[in-house]
């Protein structure tokens, strides 16, 4: 029985674990928080920082491969393991996407359209990038940002003084607005041997910077689909990618598509495939980087995925009374606001 090593401890972690566990393989939990969700239902857990070296070779020790649940894992840490057991997804790809103007960068370079974007290292860079611009867009900062953290929004008029050192003199990129009717994002998978496989495309709603619904199928004609897909498929093959990826887009009135990020790993986007696919986007995940066959990504059911975040998961009573609704809960001790306790799926037979 092979062993799986994971780096990060969360909902995510503990999903593949137990997707892991039905295909009859151990995993082993890196991460420094000791009764992590996903330690809860991993074999072992190994507390540590990601780039603690002694953590880092018990992890290689106890393991066959190494994926990761998150892609804030130190890129150090991914290839000093690497030297001695496989990793998946390759840490070139924690490279493309730790770095919000790298991975622009990459997606280009794939032939896949972004917003505009311009390196934003002063205050001085600031009011040149917003000039361009005509005063408005979004900056964030480079690394480290998610669920809408690190950002800040420019209209017409608005005073960008102090805005680089507010969000701590660190590296940040300056992203044009986007017109876009609905966001969607496109949860694929590739083999070791390229294969490929792709779940259609969720239609995204998000709130205060965290993804509220997930809503299949998108409304979005077969050739936008078709786009997603193909861009998606993309960017897998020019990283020599192996494991699942989400790939966000902003679609415009015209049916067009304009990428906003890429996550190298599995997605919040993708939870609905536990319920509505007899193949989940985490099982999907556990097939790819041990090497085994793809499986079919289609969709048996129309469904929407709903985020049970802070004080919602005081309706978990109420989702378990809804018929045809898949509730799964995340083992965290504390609800805080913006904290994602659990999430819903309901089938729409």
Known sequence: ???????GGGQLGRMLAMAAARLNFKTVILEPQADCPA??????????????????????????????EFENVPVDAAET??????VFPPPRALAVSQDRLTEKEFLASCGIPTAQFRRVDSQDDLVAALAAFGGEGVLKTRRMGYDGKGQRVFRKGDD??????????????????????????????????GSFAAYDPAENVHKNGILHTSTLPASVSSS????????????????????????????????????????PRVHNSGHWTEAACIVSQFEQH????????????????????????GDDIETVEDWLKTKDALVHLYGKAEARPGRKMGHVTVLKR
């Open 1 to 7: 029985m092979k062993t799986i090593g994971i780096i």
């Open 39 to 68: 330690a809860q239902v991993a074999n072992r857990q190994i507390v540590g920082a990601y780039d603690n070296p002694h953590a880092l070779a018990q992890l290689a020790d106890a393991c066959d491969l190494v994926t990761y």
């Open 81 to 86: 393991l690497a030297a001695s057991r496989p």
């Open 160 to 193: 960008p003084e102090g805005a680089y050192e507010s969000l701590g003199g660190v590296p940040l990129i300056l992203e044009s607005f986007v017109a876009f009717e609905r966001e969607i994002s496109v949860i694929a998978a590739r083999g070791a041997d």
């Open 224 to 263: 936008t689909a078709a786009a997603a897909t193909r861009a998606a498929k993309a960017v897998l093959d020019h990283l020599g990618y192996v494991g699942v990826i989400g790939v966000e887009f902003f679609v415009g009135s015209d049916g067009s598509l304009i990428a906003n990020e890429m996550a």
């Open 286 to 309: 556990i097939r790819a980087v041990a090497g085994l066959p793809l499986g079919d990504p289609a969709r048996h059911s129309d469904c929407v995925m709903q985020n049970l975040i």
